[in-house]
């Protein structure tokens, strides 16, 4: 196992966005997206600082963003409770969807980009067509009884995270809604690779990893610190690590199986990294602090 | 002599006579003219008028038109001495004497200048109708002061206004010359002469002295027209004055005086008779009002004429001897009840108190009620003060007395009904809705959907207080009502206890109680909130996490449906049929009526789930059927099924159904389970033994990964999947794997009416003759029924084809197929062809179980075929979707 290598900061980007809250790879994790607090999102190079593009046109901060498969649009869910559909090249709004009563906290899009998922303060997730010009979502779902924290969509699956508690996987093949009562807030929820395990971090700071045809609780995770900040977690590409950022500034990983902390990056001090992301196929990892983007990964001393 | 000869000698005749008519002549209107008479001739006989092509209008030269002589045009001459002029020819040239005459087109003679003729802009003043009436403001402005030559002549020769012209006379000189005042027409009689002189006299004395003045001016005497024939300074009797001799001032010109007493002539009707007696006053002014208009006695009403002349009247006047019609009055609007007086101009300042705003609505009934009457109206629960209280049982026959007066009191058609009353009068209620209860408390108040029908409200009541128990009292009512009914009642049911929960609980879901003021600025605030109520986990579950015993108890599993669209979109075929409802005809629907609330909200969630299973649900949802576990109620689950099949108009089998989808759902979870990279990882570490026991060293690896995945399962999932895993097992398990394989199957199932072939046969019929072999405990699966059925209605579709195929195998369903249709023109060939083939082109996932000879073994190794099939399968799409996906990278990253 070459994971042992220790990462460490390749590129630091300063975002001059005051405070990014997401940091997020594109499909292919040539490029990354940052929301910013300033309301604008950034398109960059990662790898060779470069800033792309600037989409401007959120009326508050911007709270998460994703690009489509095609990497020619990018949604993103805002603080002024809209949900914008940009074009990647001219940087122009396509649409704008406004049927959340709240904050758009999180958005995914589906495995071939033809719908949106955004979770919102106001306790739904709603499907938004971005095919067709419907101003409505889709579909709503108000299960939840508290602000939905973090959505993530595979390609029969919606797995929502909120702060009632619950996880929910709506499966949209059998048609049904299987709810885990977790007993602490999910700040975030992502799914390993593979799609048999939930990673919850949960605002106790630890961070557990479910089974999710079971609903069992697999291991936990802990060591980082999550005070009241809305962590991330993610896995990296091999599904062997877990990883999360802290209040503490540094970047922990567990192993997935020892639940061992295998590795604390340092990325700043006493200010917690909330978002991070994983390079989908790659070991690189973006991880957000305030106003600063740092990708990890293993420098090719070789070359 | 005849008489008749002397009457013709006697008579003078005038004129000629008229031709007398023929006997049988009908006499035509228009007169018969001589030829003579039709043409105007002048003075000298000739034609005055010819036709327009013979000259028109005394045409000629001298009217010569019609004549031999006719037109003499003059020739063109030009000599030496004369040149040839371009002659001018006037108007005149044309004209004879005639026209030049007084009475012709252009008369000649003397006439005054237009200046001198005194009289300027003869033209009537034309006032525009335009915006503007009136005579133009413009003209009057800009009208000429202009003087007519007379005027400035007299002026010349020192003719002021008001003075006259001539030398200047004296006093005496000038009042001799008034005297003899030069009068046109009658001389006025001395006796008016009379006056100025006398007027003038005063004046005498000052004018002594010889001063010269100017003469009088000249004063045109105008006279005025005569229109009427009356006699001189008659007027007759006007309808103007019938108030009275207003015209006093009026004076006539026909003034006597006579024996001393001035007697003016003049006034209406004056005049006496040559024999007449004299009047008092024969000139007095003879008006209606002098007439006695009504019948009785004269001298009464000159009395009371008299009278009321003596009383404060007006001379000319006469009281009204009828009062004037009252304006009818009208009282002043009354005021309201707190009005204070205030002076208009005065503001209220908004910082005063608003204390009439209190009393605003007291006039309306409803404001007065109390928030309990008004509850008790609305059926909702009265909320004790004590939680512990709520659980009261519900009490709902007993008080029928009370419910009757209560329900008279509201009259309507709708008869709510509070049971607890008594209770709402005796406390006095908090005023907030505990939203944790109120939604269970649906029960107390009952609302009578169904007070038409006794015994269904009955039902209805049982219904609302033990659902379960319903369904076996069902069970005795079964030969009342037929099976459709009663599945038709539940629905009935179930939408009636949602529409007519009271309020308190329809709010209850959406709601939850705040544990903290909402802090703004603190967005984290609401976590702390949430963790307190657990997000509605029930009090099982928040132990379960506590001591971190996650899994069954803390999960929870219930029905969603995603919506067409999202299911499209995802590329996940699409989970329906099992609506009861028909489908939105393409038009939307957007009418916010309570019912379309009702509507959707029947077919959501639970109830959703519950016609699921009731109308053939599948094993995903049969949370619900572990309920009734009941064998009856399970058959008549398999009867409902049956009649749902019969409903089925097309071929069910090549539509993707869900039972498709379960498969291919345990299908990827397999798939999944290969790919279990983390599980893997998990096992390898464990330092579990129980791996190493149970897999050989010596298997192969695709079994070793088999095994892994059964041990995964075996850690991991819960024991019913494990019991999926065992093949060889129970009648028990077998039926419920014929919920499984079923249920899923009527989910897709068309329910729309039977129509073309199917239309007119009885399915009912078909049916009642089935039930009693299914009853008859064979173990015959529902399945079986509906492969048979369409053979018993001859049908010779390719699908009954299959059936008999498939019967001979009695193994592969046909709906298990994945992927695309298999077209039929193959299907037939395969038909005919060995049925082994069949099994091979529908190589689909056969269930384990369903299997009764296949040990587990062979079973693992079809799943290990299946595996790689469709991971072949998936691997292709994938690398298509790659592809494709590579493509439109390769664009798009040109635009990044």
């Known amino acids: ?303 | 002599m005849s008489d008749s000869d002397s009457d013709d000698e006697n008579f003078i005749l005038y004129g000629t006579p008229l031709d007398p008519f023929e006997e049988d002549e009908v006499p035509s209107k228009r007169k018969f003219q001589q030829p003579a008479d039709q043409y105007a001739v002048d003075d000298h006989g000739r034609r005055r008028f010819h036709g327009a092509f013979t000259g028109g209008f005394s045409a000629g030269f001298g009217n010569t038109v019609g004549t031999p002589e006719g037109w003499t045009p003059s020739s063109f001459r030009s000599s030496r001495l004369e040149k040839a002029q371009a002659s001018k020819q006037k108007p005149e040239d044309f004209m004879d004497e005639e026209d030049r005459s007084e009475f012709g087109i252009a008369p000649r003679h003397m006439q005054t200048n237009h200046e001198f003729s005194g009289r300027k802009r003869p033209r009537a003043p034309r006032f525009h109708d335009g915006p503007i009436p009136g005579e133009p403001v413009l003209e009057q402005l800009v009208r000429a002061v202009h003087e007519t030559a007379a005027v400035k002549m007299l002026r010349r020769m020192g003719w002021k206004e008001g003075q006259g012209v001539g030398d200047r006379v004296t006093h005496r000189e000038k009042k001799k010359s008034k005297e003899q005042h030069k009068v046109y027409g009658c001389y006025m009689p001395p006796e008016m002469r009379q006056e100025p002189t006398q007027s003038s006299d005063s004046s005498d004395s000052e004018f002594e002295y010889e001063t010269l003045f100017a003469p009088d001016d000249y004063e045109p005497y105008i006279l005025q027209k005569k229109s009427d024939r009356f006699g001189l300074g008659y007027k007759g009797l006007s309808r103007h004055s019938v108030l009275g001799n207003l015209g006093g001032d009026e004076r006539s010109h026909l003034v006597m005086k006579e024996k001393g007493k001035k007697v003016s002539i003049r006034g209406q009707a004056f005049g006496v008779g040559a024999f007449e007696a004299d009047d008092e006053d024969i000139y007095a002014t003879q008006d209606m009002s002098h007439y006695d208009f009504a019948l009785g006695n004269p001298a009464e009403a000159k009395t009371s004429k008299k009278n009321v002349k003596a009383i404060n009247v007006i001379e000319g006047f006469v009281k009204a001897t009828q009062p004037m019609p009252s304006v009818p009055a009208y009282a002043p609007p009354a005021l309201p009840r707190d009005y204070t007086p205030l002076a208009a101009g005065t503001r209220r300042s908004r910082f005063e108190p608003t204390a009439a705003v209190l009393h605003r609505d007291q006039g309306l009934g409803r404001h007065e009620l109390t928030a309990e009457a008004r509850g008790a109206l609305l059926g909702e629960v009265p909320v004790p003060k004590t939680p512990i209280d709520t659980h009261d049982p519900p009490q709902t026959t007993s008080q029928t007395p009370r419910q009757t007066e209560m329900s008279k009191f509201l009259q309507k058609n709708i008869n709510f009904i509070s049971p607890n009353t008594e209770t709402v009068q005796a406390k006095s209620t908090p005023d907030f809705i505990s939203i944790k209860d109120s939604g269970k408390e649906q029960v107390a108040p009952i609302f009578k959907p169904f007070a038409g029908d006794p015994l269904k409200q009955s039902r209805y009541e049982m219904y609302l207080r033990d659902k379960d128990s319903v369904m076996l009292e069902r069970e005795r009512d079964a030969d009342r009502l037929s099976e459709w009914e009663r599945n038709r009642e539940m629905v009935e049911f179930e939408q009636a206890a949602i529409l007519y929960r009271p309020l308190s609980g329809a709010m209850g879901d959406r709601f939850t109680h705040a544990s903290e003021p909402d802090d703004a600025l603190n967005p984290l605030c609401a976590v702390a909130k949430s963790s307190i109520n657990y997000g509605l986990a029930t009090p099982e579950q928040v132990e379960a996490a506590k001591i971190g015993a996650y899994g069954l108890i803390t999960r929870k599993e219930s029905a969603w449906r995603p919506e067409a669209l999202v299911c499209k979109r995802f590329n996940v075929p699409e989970l329906g049929g099992a609506r009861v409802e028909p489908k939105k005809d393409g038009k939307p629907n957007v009418s916010y009526s309570i019912f379309s609330y009702l509507e959707s909200s029947v077919h959501d969630k639970e109830s959703f789930t519950k016609e699921q299973s009731k109308f053939g649900g599948s094993k995903s949802l049969n949370f619900e059927n572990k309920k009734d576990t009941s064998l009856p109620s399970k058959e008549k689950h398999n009867e409902v099924i049956n009649i749902e099949k019969d409903k089925v108009s097309d071929i069910s089998i090549d539509k993707p159904t869900t039972s498709q989808v379960i498969v291919s759902n345990t299908n990827s979870s397999q798939e999944g389970n290969k790919r279990m990279t983390v599980v893997d990882l998990f096992l390898k570490e464990s330092e579990k033994d129980l791996q190493t026991k149970q897999q050989g060293a010596e298997v192969t690896e695709t079994i070793e990964k088999f095994d892994k995945i059964d041990l995964y399962k075996a850690i991991f999932l819960s024991d019913s999947e494990n019991e999926d895993i065992n093949d060889d097992d129970t009648t028990a398990k077998d039926k419920d794997d014929n919920d499984f394989i079923v249920k899923p199957k009527n989910i897709e199932r068309n329910t729309s009416p039977p129509r073309g072939i199917f239309a007119n046969i009885d399915f009912d019929e078909i049916n009642a003759w089935r039930r009693p072999e299914n009853e008859s405990g064979d173990n015959k699966t529902v399945e079986n029924n509906i492969q048979t059925k369409p053979e018993e209605t001859k049908e010779k579709t390719i699908d009954s084809i299959n059936d008999g195929g498939k019967e001979m195998t009695g193994e592969v369903e046909q709906e298990e197929t994945y992927g695309p249709k298999i077209p039929e023109n193959l299907k037939k060939r395969l038909e005919s062809a060995a049925i082994i083939e069949i099994d091979n082109f529908k190589p689909i996932f056969t269930k384990k179980n369903k299997s009764d000879d296949d040990n587990s073994l062979s079973s693992s190794d079809s799943w290990v075929e299946i595996k790689t099939k469709s991971k072949k399968d998936k691997k292709k799409k994938s690398k298509k979707h790659k592809s494709k996906h590579k493509k439109s990278k390769s664009k798009h990253k040109k635009k990044f």
């Open chain 1, 1 to 303: 196992m070459n994971d042992k290598i220790d990462l460490s900061t390749i590129e630091t980007l300063s975002c001059k966005q005051q405070v990014v809250r997401a940091v997020r790879f594109n499909i292919d994790g040539a490029y990354c997206l940052t929301c910013g607090a300033d309301k604008k999102i950034k398109l960059w190079n990662p790898y060779s600082k470069l800033l792309l593009k600037t989409y401007g046109g959120h009326a508050n901060e911007v709270l998460d963003a994703a690009g489509s498969c095609d990497s020619s649009h990018i949604i993103s869910g805002s603080a002024d409770k809209s949900v914008i559909l940009w074009d990647v090249t001219t940087g122009q709004p396509l649409r704008r969807y406004r049927g959340h009563a709240s904050s758009v906290t999180c958005i995914k899009y589906n495995e071939e980009s033809t719908m949106a998922v955004s979770g919102s303060i106001d306790n739904t997730v709603c499907f938004w067509d971005v095919i067709s010009r419907r101003q409505e979502p889709v579909q709503v779902l108000k299960d939840a009884k508290d602000t939905i924290t973090s959505v993530q969509v595979t390609d029969h699956e919606v797995l929502t995270s909120s702060v009632d508690c619950h996880t929910r996987l709506y499966d949209l093949r059998v048609g049904k809604m299987l709810s885990d009562y977790i007993g602490h807030v999910v700040t975030f929820a992502s799914l390993t690779h593979d799609g048999q395990c939930y990673i919850l971090s949960c605002a106790d700071s630890t961070i557990k990893l479910f089974d999710k045809d079971s609903g069992e609780l697999l291991n936990t995770f802990s060591g980082h610190d999550s005070k009241d900040y809305m962590l991330e977690n993610a896995v990296n590409e091999k599904d062997s690590h877990i990883i999360s950022g802290s209040a503490s500034g540094e970047v922990f990983y567990w192993d997935l199986v020892s639940s061992t902390c295998t590795q604390k990056l340092v990325h700043s001090n006493k200010k917690p990294v909330v978002s991070l992301s994983h390079h989908p196929t790659d070991n690189y990892l973006l991880t957000a602090c305030e106003d600063e983007v740092k990708l990890w990964g293993v420098p090719k001393m070789e070359e």
